[in-house]
C-alpha cells in the first residue's frame, strides 16, 4: 500500500474512533437515584433497610437472624436536620427500637411477633419524626 | 480504491452524525425506574380530566416542578396546569429528586389518585419548605390533592 492510502486509512480510523467517543459521552448522562448529599444518618437508614430485609427473609425461611448494623451508631450518626436529637424524642424511640431488636435476637419462640414489633417501633419513630419512609416501612412487616 | 475509502468514511461520518442528532434530543436524565421512556406522556390537563372520571389512573404526566423537599428531595410538587399541583413522592424511598429542581421539566409515572393529605402530613411538609413556626400552626384542616404517592419514575428534561 502507498504512503498516501495508508495515512488516508489512519485518518478514517481515528476520526470514526474520536467520532464514536464523542457520541457516546453525549448520550451518557449521569444518573443516580440519590443526587443530593445524604446524611450519616440517612445512609446508616438505608443499611438498616437493607438489614431488615434480609433478616425479614431468615425468619420466613426458619434460619439464624444476622443483624451486622452497629446499633450504637443510631446515637451518633449526623442527621440530614442536625437538630434532630435536641428534644430527646429521637433518643427515646432509638433506645424502644434497640430493646425491640434485643429481644428479637434473644427470643427462640414466636420471632415473626417480635420482628414486627420492631418494626412497628420503626413506624412510631417516623410518624413522629420523618413520615416520609413509613409505607416503605410497613412493607417490612410479616404478613402472617 | 481511494474512491472506495472516500466513500467508507462519508457514510461513517454521516450516520454517526445521525446518531448524533437523535442523542441530543432524548438526552435527559432517569430516576427511578431505568427502562422508563417519554412514550405515552399526556399533560396535566389530561390528567385532570382522566380523574374527573375514575378513581385513579396509571400514567405518565408531564408538568412543570414548582417546588422540592428542601432536606432531602424526596418530595416535589409540580404544576399540572393553572393553580392545580401533582403532589409526588417516589416509591419505596428508593430515589429522591435534586434540591435544585425546582423549574425544571419533568415527566413522572404512576398511579395517580386524588387523596387527602393529612394535617400532619402538611405541616411536616411545610416545615421541610421552611416555612415559619406561625405558618405550620396555621394548618389545621385537611387538603385534597392530585397525588402520586408512589411514583415509580421520573425523567426531568
Avoid at chain 1, 57 to 75: D, R, S, T, Y
Avoid at chain 1, 126 to 133: R, T
Avoid at chain 2, 20 to 42: A, L
Avoid at chain 2, 139 to 157: C, M, N
Wanted: net charge neutral; aromatic share 8%; proline share 2%.
Amino acid at each position: 500500500m502507498r504512503l498516501g492510502l495508508k495515512i488516508l486509512v489512519l485518518c478514517i480510523i481515528a476520526y470514526s474512533l474520536f467520532s464514536y467517543q464523542r457520541t457516546t459521552a453525549q448520550n451518557k448522562k449521569e444518573s443516580t437515584n440519590y443526587p443530593n448529599k445524604d446524611s450519616e444518618l440517612a445512609i446508616l437508614m438505608r443499611d438498616l433497610v437493607e438489614n431488615t430485609e434480609k433478616v425479614k427473609k431468615q425468619i420466613i425461611n426458619g434460619e439464624e437472624i444476622e443483624f451486622f448494623i452497629e446499633f450504637k451508631k443510631l446515637h451518633t450518626a449526623v442527621p440530614t436536620e442536625v437538630n434532630l436529637r435536641d428534644d430527646g424524642l429521637y433518643t427515646a424511640f432509638t433506645e424502644s427500637y434497640i430493646y425491640s431488636v434485643k429481644e428479637l435476637i434473644n427470643t427462640k419462640n414466636d420471632k415473626a411477633t417480635l420482628y414486627n414489633n420492631m418494626i412497628q417501633s420503626c413506624i412510631n419513630c417516623h410518624q413522629q419524626i420523618c413520615p416520609g419512609p413509613v409505607k416503605r416501612i410497613r412493607k417490612l412487616k410479616i404478613k402472617k | 480504491m481511494k474512491k472506495i475509502l472516500l466513500t467508507l468514511f462519508c457514510i461513517t461520518n454521516l450516520s454517526l452524525f445521525a446518531q448524533e442528532e437523535i442523542n441530543t434530543k432524548t438526552n435527559y436524565t432517569i430516576y427511578g425506574n431505568p427502562k422508563m421512556t417519554t412514550e405515552g406522556v399526556i399533560s396535566g390537563e389530561e390528567l385532570i380530566e382522566l380523574l374527573n372520571t375514575q378513581d385513579s389512573a396509571m400514567v405518565k404526566v408531564e408538568g412543570v416542578i414548582s417546588e422540592v423537599c428542601s432536606k432531602k428531595g424526596c418530595w416535589m410538587d409540580v404544576n399540572i396546569g393553572g393553580e392545580n399541583t401533582l403532589f409526588v413522592r417516589f416509591m419505596d424511598y428508593g430515589f429522591f429528586m435534586p434540591l435544585d429542581a425546582a423549574g425544571t421539566t419533568a415527566i413522572i409515572e404512576g398511579m395517580a389518585k386524588i387523596e387527602v393529605q393529612t394535617v400532619r402530613w402538611l405541616k411536616h411538609k411545610a416545615e421541610d419548605a421552611g416555612e415559619t413556626q406561625e405558618v405550620i400552626d396555621a394548618i389545621i384542616k385537611p387538603t385534597i390533592a392530585y397525588s402520586i404517592s408512589e411514583a415509580t419514575g421520573v425523567i426531568l428534561k
